[in-house]
Nanobody, 123 residues
């Protein structure tokens, strides 16, 4: 599966952004989808993940209550709504796909990766 992320940009602290990730192929609904981020000088971290049907979600503690992941299997797209953004949310955000949620949550990995989209939050 090929993934194409979009929606990054520059926003002031407290603002919002919505990232989208469009997937190619007809098997989108068979994949767990996730968003990772990597800030300069830091390791890549899992931000959030969503199950195939969308009923199960995972959020890193740092984004709980501020970020929301969702997916539209009819449109082969996963979204990340980011509210109340903080300067520490500044990073390159990557969407990813895998067959298992545990690959993302336990191993911080994924089989397929999209290109990153830069999110910059100014103070």
């Amino acid at each position: 599966v090929q993934l194409q992320a979009s929606g990054g940009g520059l926003v002031q602290a407290g603002g919002s952004l919505r990232l989208s990730c469009a997937a190619s192929g007809r098997t989108f609904s068979s994949y767990v989808m996730g968003w990772f981020r990597q800030a300069p000088g830091k390791e890549r971290e899992l931000v959030t993940a969503i199950s195939r049907g969308g009923s199960i979600t995972y959020y890193a503690d740092s984004v709980k209550g501020r970020f929301t992941i969702s997916r539209d299997n009819a449109k082969n797209t996963v979204y990340l709504q980011m509210n109340s953004l903080k300067p520490e949310d500044t990073a390159v955000y990557y969407c990813a796909a895998d067959g298992n949620m545990s690959t993302m949550t336990s191993l911080s990995g994924a089989r397929y990766w999209g290109q990153g989209t830069q999110v910059t939050v100014s103070s």
